[in-house]
């Protein structure tokens, strides 16, 4: 094959073009396993393959698509976000891939695999200690910021509706697509609330498609903050259960919410990586011991999906890679991990993620 050079893609929409190749499109897990020695079938979208390794890129593409197409963007202008990680690390790198400089606020007890992360896509990172407010202190500083920034985008995706829209325009018809090529329907998706944008908008989607499909967002049982409305306790499954419950989750529009411990989510999510080589973070071991629970109640047929929201490199030093105690309590060891098949990425052709609206026509910042 011969490769012609083609011009250096500087237009927004080239880059665009180019971005939303390496985001979504996700290929989807079959994951075959026992539960108390019953053979089971769970499925779940490889998050961690997108371009930064989470879900998080596909909100973050989405929310500046669409600003770009809104012009509430100007090329060049200050992106400025309060995180818990995965999100300041997609900001970081797409916001750079268009040419933007990135200014990210997070609480100072995230893993120094995420802050560094940060650092090295250019972003500046500003740590907010738990006595200036941890997670709260980190959204108002960015708001302060902003405000003496002129131009500056914050993209809030706490608040923002197009956060929930990448999911039911990408993830929600993804999972749709995949199951129809294998001739199968979700009777359940479970997915752990950090923005919410994940679950809201999947299920969104998947419920259109399928009225009765059981949509359950899943939060930490030592820090249950949406089950009290509070945060209660703290718990170590980073990128879920921040400190508040967002205001794009509406809990009226989802069915019951499902507690896992985070001791349990750490053991599970080392099992399916010594067991099945599947390198996923805290917060997928935590989404497959969700996914296990509702499947147990629904029966063992149902089929239940889940998403893996990013791999395990950004909790190398974390307890994911330490010795987890095991508790009486944890759901995991009645689970024996037996193998895994992908469905490919078939769907690459059957659906566009957005319809390219076009971009104003305005010069691009210089990389
Ligand atoms: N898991 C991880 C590791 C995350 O970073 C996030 C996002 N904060 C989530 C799960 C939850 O996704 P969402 O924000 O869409 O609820």
């Not at 073009?17 to 079959?30: E, I, K, M, S």
């Not at 990680?85 to 750079?96: E, K, L, M, Y």
């Not at 010795?323 to 895994?340: M, N």
Request: net charge negative; glycine share 10%; charged share 20%.
């Amino acid at each position: 094959m011969t490769v012609t050079p083609t011009a250096t893609p500087t237009s927004s929409a080239a880059r665009f073009d180019g971005l939303r190749r390496l985001v979504g499109n996700t290929p989807l897990l079959a994951i075959d396993y026992t539960f108390d020695g019953e053979p089971r079938r769970l499925f779940a979208k490889s998050e961690n393959l997108n371009m930064t390794g989470s879900i998080k890129d596909r909100m973050a593409l989405y929310i500046l698509r669409r600003a770009y197409e809104r012009g509430t963007i100007e090329p060049g202008a200050l992106i400025i976000e309060a995180t818990s990680g995965n999100t300041g690390i997609s900001f970081a790198a797409i916001g750079r891939a268009l040419g933007h400089p990135v200014s990210i606020f997070m609480p100072d007890w995230m893993s120094p695999e995420r802050v560094n992360l940060i650092k090295g896509f250019g972003a500046a990172v500003h740590a907010v200690a738990e006595d200036d407010g941890g997670f709260l202190g980190s959204i108002d500083q960015a708001e302060e910021l902003a405000r003496t920034t002129p131009g500056a985008f914050l993209p809030r995706q706490f608040a923002n509706e197009d956060n929930c829209e990448a999911h039911e325009r990408m993830t929600g018809p993804e999972i749709w697509w995949q199951f129809e090529a294998h001739g199968l329907r979700p009777d359940a998706i479970v997915a752990g609330v950090g923005t919410g944008g994940t679950i809201m908008g999947a299920g969104t989607f998947l419920r259109e498609k399928r009225p009765e499909i059981r949509v359950h967002p899943l939060e930490p049982s030592n820090s249950p903050t949406m089950s009290t409305g509070h945060q209660v306790g703290h718990h170590r499954i980073q990128g879920i259960s921040d400190e508040f419950v967002p205001p794009i989750v509406d809990l009226d529009a989802l069915d019951e919410i499902v507690a896992v411990d985070d001791g349990d989510s750490i053991r599970m999510a080392q099992r399916l990586a010594s067991n099945l080589g599947l390198g996923v973070g805290i917060s997928s071991g935590a989404n497959f011991l969700g996914a296990v629970q509702i499947q147990a109640e629904l029966g063992a047929d149902a089929t239940v999906v889940t998403v893996f929201a990013d791999s395990n490199k950004k909790y190398l030093s974390t307890d994911l890679l330490r010795e987890e105690p095991p508790q009486p309590d944890h759901q995991s060891p009645r689970v024996e991990l037996l193998g895994f098949t992908a469905f490919n990425r078939e769907c690459r052709t059957c659906f566009e993620p957005w319809e390219l609206t076009p971009l104003l026509e305005r010069p691009t910042a210089p990389a």
